[in-house]
């Protein structure tokens, strides 16, 4: 069990810590994720570049494979055969070589999900089914005059002021147009905007309302949307050089649903390359709280615009902390929801079980208010769950909040995490001591790394990954060529042994507090499907990350920048995690401060 917490230790947190700290380490995550492929081993071990990994015809394949080439794929993947057992598989390896030849010659579209899809509930447990039920405080907050503090309202405020007519769509849409225009330059956090389209869109809004007409409470809200998610006859380029001129056919379901309930769409907000880190191809996004570093990724846009008004919310999407890690660097709520909730269908995959889409916002209870309206089974996503979501807060009354002592240790650990915690107790919350088991955590990382280089494995072969503008290495990959159909079966049996642990672990407690990153539960967390929640939480006095300077700034210049606290719960339980978040950002006060652009 030691081995397995300090293996953890090192190659989980580290992971985690990487996907926020730093440009450098997106760089290196996305080499290693770029490295991934096919689980079907391969024997190409010496330097063929990438482009040339295609498989001979079987009866040549046959021919070129000798003993020694079986004992060097040995070494490679750690096993050993028998003399006998060798010139067996030479044998009988042209069978497979024809079907592995047979799907590579295929052509799948990137959204073609695999057969098998993950099902994130767990046999013979009943999950309590939630009416679809959303309770938001009234406000009597009047409408301010400055057009600034109108942007930076929440989006149940700016609901409030559209729906009793304080002010229109349109005027709205103005402004924060007038405010990405003026901004979005300098934070490199829009791809496409799309002024005329959301004019039309806020038009049509006020027309309906005029009528008599509410949609919801996003009604004439105008929002970002990640540039992985497909807007019809508008460019969607996930962010790579590859796809900047793609242009979709379709709406993806939850843009449609967004227009359904009213929302604008101001315009695509941006994506690190494929999905990872804050590099696209056409700059690096910034954070609004210190221009001279990346807003992280690879929700980097919509964690951006959002920080800094440029949109009342948006959308983002998370395979493994690409929600949580901006929303910590940028100071946003973002929500990763249970897997499942929300679909897929027309956004690009990255991980066909590990990918999510949620809200990302200023302040924590907007994030219920765009989940009412994404939760929606969809038979479009082979993924996609039917079940209710519920925020009514008057039900949370005496909820067990989880909280393990060891998050709070180390290094990593702030004055904001241990304020956090401070917080929750002033509150009067009924914390409970909670551990997770040791477990080997990061031997699931390959699951991620062969998910994402199958969905691009025609790009990595024909060497179109060379022409991001960090591009991956040939060599890298082939990493998961080497990854046997039988390990990652295994590893995919461990992945369920993690998912009885943690219902295990919630039988005790309604929710879980804690740092976003301690003790492996973000991978662990999203591995398993269910949610998590992080909010600003305060801020840290940090010097500057040198990310776009030739020279670091004078000694002892420092930055305001903030930092997040985390929720994360059960499947299914975005309502109490809500309405904890909620309590604790409002008990930190740390929610209502601006960056200065």
Request: charge should be neutral.
């Amino acid at each position: 069990m030691e081995k397995y917490k300090k293996e953890n230790a090192e190659s989980c947190e580290q992971e985690a810590h990487d996907l926020e700290n730093s440009l450098v380490a997106d760089r290196r995550s996305f080499l290693a994720l770029a490295g991934a492929s096919a689980v079907t081993a391969s024997f190409a071990v010496n330097s063929t570049p990438a482009s040339a990994l295609q498989p001979a015809d079987s009866e040549g394949a046959a021919n070129a494979l000798t003993t020694e080439d079986i004992r060097g794929a040995e070494r490679v993947l750690g096993i050993s055969y028998t003399a006998e057992q060798r010139e067996d598989f030479i044998e009988n390896y042209p069978r497979q070589i024809d079907a592995v030849k047979a799907v590579r010659n295929h052509d799948f579209s990137n959204g073609e999900a695999p057969a098998p899809a993950f099902e994130p509930r767990l046999p013979g447990v009943s999950y309590k089914p939630q009416g679809n039920t959303l309770t938001i405080a009234p406000s009597n907050r009047p409408l301010p005059a400055s057009g600034e503090d109108i942007a930076f309202a929440s989006v149940a405020q700016l609901g409030h002021w559209i729906k009793g007519r304080a002010i229109t769509s349109a005027a709205l849409t103005e402004i924060y147009l007038k405010r990405v225009k003026k901004y979005g330059p300098s934070l490199e956090c829009f791809v496409t905007i799309t002024a005329e389209l959301a004019r039309q869109q806020a038009a049509a809004a006020d027309k309906l309302l005029a009528a008599g007409t509410y949609l919801g409470p996003l009604h004439g809200i105008p929002y970002a949307v990640k540039d992985l998610a497909d807007t019809k006859g508008i460019r969607t380029t996930w962010g790579a050089e590859p796809y900047k001129n793609r242009i979709a056919e379709q709406d993806a379901t939850l843009v449609k649903l967004l227009r359904d309930n009213g929302a604008v769409l101001l315009g695509k907000a941006t994506s690190g390359a494929l999905a990872l880190g804050d590099v696209w191809f056409g700059g690096i996004t910034r954070n609004p709280w210190n221009l001279d570093e990346g807003s992280s990724g690879s929700s980097a846009g919509p964690a951006s615009s959002v920080a800094a008004g440029l949109a009342g919310f948006a959308i983002g999407t998370e395979t493994l902390g690409s929600i949580i890690s901006p929303a910590n660097r940028c100071g946003v709520a973002g929500m990763r929801p249970t897997f499942g909730r929300v679909s897929r269908h027309g956004l690009m995959a990255l991980a066909w079980s590990l990918d999510k889409a949620g809200p990302m916002t200023r302040f924590v209870e907007d994030t219920a208010i765009i989940l009412n309206t994404l939760n929606h089974y969809d038979p479009q996503d082979a993924s996609s769950i039917d079940h209710g979501f519920d925020y009514t807060p008057e039900k949370y009354k005496d909820l067990r909040i989880g909280f393990m002592p060891s998050a709070f240790e180390g290094d990593n650990i702030t004055q904001v995490d241990k304020d956090a915690l401070h917080a929750a107790r002033a509150l009067g919350m009924k914390l409970k001591e909670v551990s997770i088991p040791d477990m080997p955590y990061s031997a699931l990382f390959p699951i991620i790394r062969a998910e994402s280089a199958a969905a691009f494995d025609k790009l990595i072969r024909s060497g179109g990954i060379d022409t991001l503008r960090f591009p991956a290495r040939s060599s890298s990959a082939r990493i998961s060529r080497m990854l046997s159909a039988v390990d990652y079966i295994n590893m995919e049996r461990l992945r369920r042994q993690v998912m009885q642990v943690m219902h295990d672990v919630y039988k005790d407690v309604d929710v879980i507090i804690g740092p976003n990153y301690a003790e492996s539960m973000l991978l662990i967390t999203n591995y398993t499907g269910q949610p998590q929640i992080a909010f600003r939480a305060g801020f840290n006095a940090m010097e500057t990350r040198p990310v776009f300077k030739a020279k670091l700034d004078p000694l002892g210049i420092k930055y305001n920048v903030p930092q997040a606290f985390s929720v994360f719960g059960p499947l299914f339980a975005e309502g109490p995690m809500v309405h904890v978040a909620n309590m604790l950002e409002a008990e930190l006060g740390a929610a209502q401060a601006r960056p200065k652009l």
